[in-house]
């Protein structure tokens, strides 16, 4: 399958400032849809990001209202906005990628959007991923909280479709001290590749040969059935 050349659209569960992984399986189709009627899942990339310091990975985690009792479909999830999460990860995003080659360049574009409040998370992780998209320069849909017939050909994360990515080496700015540590947040090759982060997604291009798009998916349509009010 070819999924650039078919009108496809990519599921998948909302996202902190998703892994490269995800960046490498979304470039492939040129829409991609939110789920948020699925049930949250904590101690996720939902609402977990990894990113690189100057003493290795380090996780930002989004605090979400009701901790880790929370039970409720992804799209009613709160942000927990008592304390200052949003300055402390932005702090800790500045002292990763202060002095990467391209952090000057798209750091007004991300922090805008931590020097905003939102109430749910979904909204939040949907703004930076559009953000992202615009530094990659790609132009494609996302579908928020899509109705499941929306979209007839659908392909959707975690429905065990295997993902055969091998992810390359790229260049990090503490390589020297921790060595190349892989699949972390997006932003880290934004801010460390650049204009060469489409170029570098383009070559760890997953293997959809033998990916075909089912006639009925009939999981989203229970789903659907299930979702109505």
């Known amino acids: ?6 009108k496809v659209t990519w599921m998948t569960e909302t996202q902190y400032l998703p892994p490269v992984s995800a960046f490498v399986m979304m470039r492939s189709f040129p829409a991609i849809a ?4 699925e049930d949250f899942k904590k101690s996720t990339t939902r609402n ?10 380090l996780t930002l985690t989004v605090p979400v209202k009701g901790g880790r009792g929370v039970r409720d479909k992804t799209k009613y999830i709160r942000i927990s906005n008592e304390d200052k999460w ?3 990860h932005w702090r800790s995003i500045l002292s990763a990628y202060g002095k990467s080659s391209y952090f000057i360049f798209y750091e007004e574009k991300l922090r805008r959007l931590y020097e905003k409040r939102f109430e749910y998370l979904i909204d939040f992780n ?3 991923m559009g ?3 615009e530094i990659l320069q790609w132009r494609k849909e996302i579908v928020l909280n899509p109705k499941r017939n929306d979209h007839q050909d659908v392909l959707q994360s975690g429905n065990g479709i295997v993902q055969n990515i091998a992810l390359k080496r790229y260049y990090q700015v503490f390589e020297s001290r921790l060595g190349f540590i892989a699949n972390v947040s997006i932003v880290d090759l934004l801010f460390n ?5 489409e170029a570098y997604l383009e ?3 997953p293997d959809f040969d033998h990916i075909t798009i089912p006639e009925k998916h009939q999981d989203m349509e229970d789903r659907s059935v299930a979702g109505k009010t």
């Open 1 to 6: 399958m070819n999924s650039e050349n078919n």
């Open 34 to 37: 939110i789920d948020g009627e």
């Open 48 to 57: 977990r990001c990894i990113i690189i310091g100057a003493n290795g990975p």
């Open 86 to 88: 949003q300055h402390r």
């Open 126 to 128: 949907t703004k930076l």
């Open 131 to 133: 953000v992202c998209f």
């Open 193 to 197: 590749s650049g204009n060469e982060a």
């Open 203 to 205: 070559k760890c291009h």
